[in-house]
């Protein structure tokens, strides 16, 4: 069975650039999580999705950050304009709990670096 | 509020055991886990433990929980040199969400 999937790997932008991240899914899992890692540190929850509904985004920059996740499967999520401390790894999990507790299974995440 | 906390590093020689502890601050946990992040690579789950458990074994792996000191631990019998990594420890805290520590660095010298 596939794991996470996550694209693209590695992305080098220069700051005030949008920038894209691609998240697919365990089949059948409910719930997808974007974390935001920083170098040295845990992941933190950047939006949490049921399905297509974001049920937790408080921690999501949202002047700068939105994602999608249309017909619950896939998800995007976007930065524009980038700023140099965005730069970091950006983690996908998807679990199939609705909102209990739940083992998250991760991609492999996408690096970014911001000039 | 929430926070978990981890020891940076850890050093032990092949073959010794390993033992990677982490602090939790929130009594309402349910689930406390333990994932394992290889470089350039994503969180892999190796064990959990339900709150009402103290124990759990899993071949290497022994999960120590005192619920009391809200304490955490994870034993790796005979480390090998492929169990370097970053450990997570990661509690399913009351608020729907999973908070994770800092990472505890293992370094296996051969």
């Known amino acids: 069975e596939a794991g996470v999937v996550q694209s693209p790997r590695y992305k080098i932008i220069e700051k005030k650039q949008p920038v894209a991240f691609w998240c697919n899914p365990i089949?059948?899992?409910?719930?997808l999580y974007w974390y935001l890692q920083n170098l040295g540190q845990g992941p933190e929850l950047l939006i949490r999705y049921e399905n297509e509904e974001a049920v937790d985004d408080s921690q999501l920059p949202k002047d700068r950050f939105s994602a999608e996740r249309l017909k619950g499967v896939d998800s995007t999520l976007k930065i524009q304009p980038a700023e140099l401390g965005d730069s970091a790894v950006y983690l996908c999990?998807?679990?199939?709990?609705?909102?209990?507790?739940?083992?998250?299974?991760f991609g492999p995440g996408t690096r970014l670096t911001v000039l | 509020g929430e926070d978990v906390e981890q020891s940076l590093f850890l050093s032990v020689r092949e073959g010794d055991s390993s033992v990677i502890n982490c602090t939790y601050t929130?009594?309402?946990?349910?689930?406390l886990y333990w994932y394992k992040q290889e470089p350039g690579a994503g969180l892999q789950l190796l064990t959990y433990?339900?709150?009402?458990?103290d124990m759990k074994q899993d071949q290497r792996l022994t999960v120590l929980l005192n619920k009391k000191d809200k304490h955490l631990s994870l034993r790796i019998a005979d480390t090998q040199t492929g169990d370097s990594a970053i450990y997570f420890c990661?509690?399913?805290?009351?608020?729907?969400?999973?908070?994770f520590g800092t990472g505890t660095r293992l370094k296996v010298l051969a």
């Open positions: 929130d009594s309402s946990s349910t689930y």
């Open positions: 999990a998807s679990s199939e709990a609705r909102g209990r507790a739940d083992t998250q299974y």
């Open positions: 990661a509690e399913w805290s009351g608020t729907y969400k999973y908070i």
């Open positions: 089949s059948g899992h409910n719930t």
């Open positions: 433990i339900f709150s009402n458990m």
